[in-house]
Each structure stands twice: as structure tokens, then as C-alpha cells.
């Protein structure tokens, strides 16, 4: 018994003594592999002798402490007033995956630090003398940020392989941002060069989704199309192109057709000098006759067949030129509005009951629609995005996997391969899973529930629900 | 093995626990807290807990094999309950937090730290010294066996060689081996000193505290070990003897006397338990405000069918 004691007492005992550390270079690095266990206790010698022998195993393992070479130590300093920790020695490998640089020095978060610590890579001194764990854990966990729920799930992860940094909500790419494939660049410190957003963006941004890039080019408008709604924004790195009326009015510039079969004019008269670059100054009437001889005003001779199948069509189709109210239209513009004369026309035959009334129908059957078009209209319940969140609930870390960590660089880590949400109470609701999904962009969100040390991981998967249809 | 005569029902480790607590019935343990949750930091406190029957978790990464998160290492997170009871035995007080007074560097104990890691760099080196004129002789000897010259050239040579190595030797700084430790130095052992610093119990109380802290209470008394039971949807695994050893008995979920549980949520907790091949505890305390005298009602639900 007075020999268990004594080797209890040098477990114990916090400091070891120089021989020790020097043994301490030899140490078995293999972790006892726990047998099976039983299922009733028995109270017979062996049952009791096994529980020992674990018992004895697991302190042996609980009380060691961590001795390392001076020479695999990288040396920091806790500063306290940034809650941070500057490295006074160059970092190792770590530096690859953790860390980012401010002022010229080479910076941990506390967590990071406090993890590398617990590994036996870093020692970290705060007022000239080393710190514990125990004070790493005190100083450095201190925040609501990063408090002590955050830093195990930070450290279980790690332990696993994972990359995890923290999370900037700033640094999601928008939805247009992604469909123009940006890169994703990054400055030392680890924050994302945002294009600085105006503050009406965060509503801006739902619209900005549905703009669709090849229907607004009409006119003079060009590549202004993006900042047409809302407020311009005022960092546009874009050339800025002044929204100005179209300069020509094209009401009144003839286009002839040349190549019309029934009209040919011998020559045409010259263009308003207005209308020309100025060097150009006036130029004469243009003689047609050379130019038609270039244009190919042949028959175009048919198969029997062809010339049956055009026989068929045009019985059924009129030539919009031999209309004779679109002939007395002499622009666009005027054979546009008998269009919409036309159309009107056909809706005077609805009936007065059901257009004149203060309720009028969803839907006119001679409108030319779509089927999705169609359904949204009659929906009745409509998907929404619950954007209005609350403080409490965050997205704390960037996971990035393990198998990509050979590769992988601080200043463009790409797309990570999960978020993180730590919490220990109640699950959240379907308001909070909604706007932490939004605020992640295309990237999962993962949920660590940690319940008193033990970490389970949960995900909540989006779902729509297919509609049958083609929009 | 004396089977036949023993017939133990209860677990043996209650007896052991017993002796073991007599004899270290002085020393109060201490609980650092960090932010709501009880922390241990000090092996021996560990120890000294675990043989009253508090199993706690542990959450570091351990020393020896920082990279997997099968077995871990200090700190031992507790429950809130576990550290209640404690304190209630008076055998543990919360060591207030004592990181907010920032004093200045302390010159005497920088002095201290140096000297000390001066004096255990000397140490290394000289111990450094012996391991190579060790393995030196060693060699030596095994060639002078092979060879098998003279006894006297041997001895010549070997002394020859030993000092040539005690002046070409140098133990560089950056080899020597260096404690990081894991609990703060500092507070002595003395239990009167302990019981001076102790601070309230900062975990506020409401009655799901107090319900969880009745049954874990009562459950202890009973001597099973509890832990904490997230992955199983419950609040406490109930174990017959220490779990390193023995599987979950019981999975037990506290409610309130008066608190009405939904079919659904019984059914599913039921289930639950039955895959697992645990048997499901419904535990209520009884409503009254006194600490002793009111009981702990157990429900066990267990799954079976019409035959």
C-alpha cells in the first residue's frame, strides 16, 4: 500500500522533476484499449479486479502532462486588451490552416491558440510567465463568441481533421455574386473584400435575383441594367453609364425595304445630317439600282413538293403586308397600337357581369399565359423567406474537409464544406433554421447540440415541394 | 473465486467508496467555474470524486494522444447537479474566478520561473551526459568482446574515448524538455483556506433544476452512478456500478409532479429506450419546498405486446 502511495503521489504532484521530463522523452504514446464491459455487477474478485485495472489505466492516462522539447515550442504572448495572441517565434505548420496576420505579426484567435496549447505546439505567456491550460481555458473562453460550448465543438472537430475558422457573415457571396462566378478574395487578416454594400442592399439583394441579364437591353439603357432599382450604388466598380433617352426618335427615320418585292425605289434621298458622324458631313442622294444588283432578288425555284407545302401554309396564313390597315401604318409605333386596338376589340365581348363588377376575374382566357404562370395565380399558399432574425442564434465556424487541407490556402479557401451553429438548449425553431440557411447562402448548415461535454451533430435539410410544371 | 457464498446486490464499490472517503474526508475539492459550467482541473480531485460517485465528463484533449476524440482528457466537465451535491456534502466550494484582477508582472515569480527552468536545464543535460557515455560503454564493450585485445589497451581506449565526449559534449537548449501544464499552480491544499475563498453557487435555480437535482440526489443515495444522457433523448444514464465497466441500466427523463406529457412523447421516449435496450425512468419529485422527507416517484415504461 505505502508503494501505491508513492506512485500516486508522483501522479499527483503537478510539476515533475527534470529527470522525469527527461524519462518523459521514452513515453509510450499507445492509448489501453477498454474491454468489453458487463452488464451486471456480480461483486466477484475478477469483475472487481478488471474495474481496477481500468480505473488504474484511467488515471494513468487523466494525470499525465504534456512535456515537450523547447525547440517544438513556438512562443507567444496573450494580449488582452484585443483578446488575441501574438506569436514572438515563427509559426509551424499550423500556419497553413490557422491564424492570419495583423500588423505585421503573426496572430492566433483564443480559440485556435487555445487548442494548439492543448496539443503541445504553443506556449503562450501572458505578464513573462507561461500559461496553464486551466488559464487558457479562464482567459481565453471568456466571450460570448467563443465560450466554452463553442471551443469543444471547435476542438472535436479539429481533433477530427476538419479546417474551421470563424464564420463573417459578410464574406457569403450574394446570389449574383455566385452567378457570375466571382472569385472570392481575401485580405491577410482573414476578412473578405466585400464590395461595400449600400445599407438598402439586404432587401435589394432578394430583387436582385430575378433580373434577368438578356431582357433589358433596350435602347440607349446599355449596361446600366444592374443598378436600375433602387438607389444606384454608389461604389460601382462598374463604368458608370449615364440613363439617358435614346438620342434617335425612330418615329421619324425611314427604313425602306429594299428588298421588298412590290416597292422598289430607284434611288434614296439623303439622310438628315443630323443623323451622321460629323466628319461625314452631307452626302447626295444614294443610287438603289447598284446595290439591289448585289441583293438576290431571284425566284427561288421549288420542288413540286415545296411549292404544294407552301401552297398548304398560305392558305392559312395572311401576308401582314397585304392587310390593308397595317399598310397605312407608317412606323412601329402606329402598327403597335393597332395591335392593341384590335385587342381590345376582342375583349369588348366580355361579359358586362363579370369585367364591370368590383370583382372582376383572376385570370381573362384570352390572355396568353403559362401553365406555372397560371397556378402561381391561383395559389394560395405562397413559399416565403423568413428574413427578420434574432441575435441569438448564429453561425459561428467555416468547416472545410479534411482531404482538402494539402491544398488548402487562407487567402482563398473556396467554399467551405459546412457551417457551424452551436448551441446546448431547446432546438430552434423553424424561424431561426430558416434564416441561418439564408444567411449561409448554398453552403449546409450543421447543428451542434452539446449537452454537457457530449456533442451530437444534426442537419436540417431544405425541402420544396415539386410542382408538376414548366415554367 | 468465492462465488457460492457471495450474494452482493449491492455494487462492491460503494464499500470501497466508504473506506476511501474517511480517509480523504478533509480535503475539500475545488470547482473552477468557467462561464455556467463546473470545471476540475487537478487529477487528484478527479480521483477523490469519482470514488463518491460523481463520473462527470471529460472535454480536454488528452496528453499523451491529442489527436482523437475517443478518450479525452482534463478538464472533467460536471453536471450542475454533481456539483450541487458535492457542495451540499461539503465536500467541494466553488474557487472564485480570480482572472478579472489583472495584476502587475510579478518580478519574484519570473525569477523563479528562470531559475527553475535554468536548474532543470543543468539537470537534463548532465543526465544527458550519463545516457551517452552509457550507451558509449556499452558499444565498447561489445566490440572489445568481438575483438578481444588486451584488457588494458580496452581500458585505455575506453577512457580515451569517455573524455573526448564529456568536452565535445553540449546539450543544446532547444533539446531540453519542458512541462506544460494543465492546471493553474497556486492554491494550496490546505482545506481551511479552501472553505475561505469558496463564492456562492453562481447556477441559478428554478424547479426543472430542482426536479433534475432531486432525482440525481435520490438515484445517488441509492448507489447507482449517473451520467448525462444527450444522446439517448433522456437526462440521466443510470449505471449499476462505475461505467467504465458496466452498461446503462436505465435512461431516466425528469418531469415535474403536475406536468402533463403528451401520448406521442411517451410513445416515442418508449421506443426510444427499447432500441436502445434500456429501460425508460419517468421520475418526479414530490411538490413539497423542504429538502428532506419529500420522495422521488419512479415510472419505468418498458415496451410489450398482447399475447
Redesign the interface.
Given at each position: 500500500c505505502e508503494r501505491r502511495v508513492a506512485s500516486a503521489d508522483t501522479?499527483?504532484r503537478?510539476?515533475?522533476y527534470?529527470?522525469e521530463?527527461?524519462e518523459?522523452?521514452t513515453?509510450?504514446?499507445?492509448?489501453p484499449v477498454?474491454g468489453q464491459?458487463?452488464?451486471?455487477?456480480?461483486?466477484?474478485?475478477?469483475?472487481?479486479d478488471?474495474?481496477q485495472q481500468?480505473?488504474d489505466e484511467?488515471?494513468n492516462?487523466?494525470?499525465?502532462?504534456?512535456?515537450?522539447?523547447?525547440?517544438n515550442?513556438v512562443k507567444a504572448v496573450w494580449i488582452?486588451s484585443d483578446m488575441i495572441v501574438e506569436l514572438q517565434s515563427p509559426a509551424g505548420k499550423f500556419w497553413q490552416t490557422m491564424g492570419f496576420s495583423a500588423h505585421g505579426k503573426q496572430c492566433l484567435h483564443p480559440e485556435e491558440a487555445l487548442?494548439l496549447?492543448?496539443?503541445?505546439n504553443l506556449?503562450v505567456f501572458y505578464?513573462?510567465?507561461?500559461l496553464?491550460?486551466?488559464?487558457g481555458?479562464?482567459?481565453f473562453?471568456?466571450s460570448k463568441t467563443m465560450?466554452?460550448?463553442h471551443y469543444?465543438v471547435f476542438?472535436?472537430l479539429k481533433?477530427?481533421g476538419y479546417v474551421v475558422n470563424r464564420f463573417d457573415p459578410s464574406s457569403v457571396p450574394s446570389q449574383y455574386e455566385r452567378q457570375l462566378n466571382l472569385p472570392q478574395s481575401r485580405d491577410r487578416s482573414g476578412r473578405l473584400l466585400k464590395r461595400k454594400r449600400s445599407h438598402s442592399s439586404t432587401s435589394m439583394e432578394k430583387d436582385s435575383s430575378h433580373v434577368d441579364p438578356t431582357t433589358s437591353t433596350e435602347g440607349g439603357q446599355g449596361r446600366s441594367w444592374w443598378s436600375k432599382e433602387g438607389s444606384p450604388d454608389p461604389d460601382s466598380e462598374l463604368p458608370g453609364q449615364p440613363q439617358s433617352s435614346p438620342r434617335w426618335d425612330f418615329s421619324s427615320i425611314p427604313f425602306p425595304d429594299l428588298g421588298s418585292r412590290c416597292w422598289l425605289p430607284s434611288s434614296l434621298t439623303s439622310p438628315d445630317p443630323c443623323l451622321l458622324p460629323r466628319a461625314v458631313g452631307s452626302v447626295g442622294a444614294c443610287d438603289v439600282a447598284p446595290w439591289l444588283q448585289r441583293l438576290n432578288l431571284r425566284e427561288v425555284r421549288m420542288s413540286r413538293r415545296e411549292w404544294e407545302r407552301e401552297r398548304d401554309r398560305d392558305r392559312y396564313r395572311r401576308d401582314i403586308n397585304q392587310d390593308r390597315e397595317v399598310r397605312r401604318c407608317r412606323n412601329w409605333a402606329e402598327y403597335q397600337e393597332l395591335q392593341e386596338r384590335r385587342i381590345q376589340r376582342s375583349r369588348r365581348d366580355r361579359p358586362a357581369h363579370l369585367w364591370e363588377g368590383p370583382v372582376t376575374p383572376l385570370h381573362d382566357p384570352a390572355q396568353v399565359t403559362s401553365t406555372g404562370e397560371l397556378l402561381d395565380k391561383i395559389s394560395v399558399i405562397k413559399s416565403t423567406r423568413l428574413l427578420e432574425g434574432s441575435e441569438e442564434w448564429r453561425i459561428c465556424f467555416n468547416i472545410y474537409q479534411s482531404d482538402t487541407v494539402a491544398e488548402f490556402k487562407k487567402s482563398a479557401p473556396g467554399k467551405p464544406y459546412s457551417r457551424m451553429c452551436v448551441f446546448d438548449g431547446p432546438v430552434p425553431d423553424l424561424w431561426t433554421l430558416k434564416l441561418l440557411a439564408f444567411q449561409s447562402g448554398d453552403v449546409p448548415v450543421t447543428y451542434a447540440?452539446v449537452?454537457?461535454?457530449?456533442i451530437?451533430f444534426y442537419s436540417f435539410k431544405d425541402f420544396q415541394i415539386p410542382t408538376d410544371v414548366s415554367f | 473465486m468465492d462465488s457460492p457464498e457471495q450474494k452482493i446486490t449491492k455494487t462492491v464499490s460503494r464499500v470501497d467508496a466508504s473506506k476511501e472517503s474517511m480517509a480523504n474526508s478533509r480535503q475539500v475539492i475545488g470547482i473552477n467555474f468557467c462561464g455556467p459550467t463546473p470545471l476540475m482541473w487537478r487529477a487528484d480531485d478527479l480521483k477523490s470524486v469519482r470514488e463518491l460517485g460523481i463520473i462527470g465528463t471529460l472535454v480536454g484533449s488528452l496528453a499523451r494522444q491529442p489527436r482523437q476524440n475517443t478518450r479525452l482528457g482534463r478538464p472533467l466537465e460536471l453536471l450542475p447537479e454533481e456539483g450541487r451535491l458535492l457542495a451540499d456534502m461539503g465536500r467541494a466550494a466553488v474557487i472564485p474566478d480570480s482572472t478579472n484582477e489583472d495584476p502587475e508582472v510579478n518580478p519574484e515569480q519570473v525569477e523563479q520561473y528562470h531559475a527553475g527552468l535554468e536548474n532543470s536545464f543543468q539537470e537534463q543535460g548532465a543526465l544527458a551526459l550519463e545516457d551517452r557515455k552509457a550507451t558509449l560503454m556499452r558499444v565498447m564493450t561489445k566490440k572489445h568482446n568481438e575483438n578481444s585485445g588486451s584488457q588494458e589497451d580496452s581500458d585505455g581506449a575506453v577512457r580515451d574515448r569517455l573524455e573526448a565526449l564529456a568536452h565535445g559534449f553540449s546539450f543544446p537548449r532547444t533539446a531540453m524538455a519542458v512541462q506544460l501544464c494543465t492546471a493553474r499552480a497556486g492554491l494550496s491544499h490546505c482545506p481551511e483556506v479552501r472553505r475561505f475563498l469558496a463564492a456562492d453557487w453562481p447556477i441559478p435555480r428554478d424547479e426543472r433544476s430542482e426536479t433534475r437535482f432531486r432525482v440525481f440526489r435520490d438515484l445517488r443515495r441509492q448507489g447507482f452512478y449517473l451520467t448525462s444522457a444527450g444522446k439517448f433523448g433522456g437526462d440521466y444514464l443510470v449505471y449499476p456500478g462505475d461505467p467504465l465497466r458496466f452498461h446503462a441500466y436505465f435512461i431516466v427523463v425528469c418531469i415535474s409532479m403536475d406536468e402533463s406529457m403528451p401520448l406521442c412523447d411517451v410513445l416515442a421516449i418508449a421506443r426510444l429506450g427499447s432500441n436502445v435496450k434500456k429501460t425508460v425512468l419517468l421520475c418526479s419529485s414530490g411538490g413539497s419546498q423542504e429538502d428532506d422527507g419529500e420522495e422521488v416517484v419512479y415510472t419505468s415504461l418498458q415496451w410489450s405486446g398482447m399475447v
Open positions: 501522479n499527483w503537478r510539476q515533475s527534470p529527470s521530463l527527461f518523459a522523452r513515453r509510450s504514446h499507445k492509448i477498454r464491459k458487463d452488464f451486471i455487477p456480480t461483486g466477484w474478485d475478477q469483475q472487481r478488471r474495474l481500468s480505473l484511467h488515471w492516462l487523466v494525470s499525465e502532462e504534456r512535456v515537450e522539447r523547447l525547440g515550442l488582452s487548442y496549447m492543448e496539443f503541445g506556449q505578464q513573462d510567465l507561461p496553464s491550460i486551466q488559464e481555458y479562464e482567459r473562453l471568456y465560450s466554452i460550448q469543444q476542438g472535436h481533433r477530427l447540440v449537452d454537457h461535454g457530449d451530437s | -
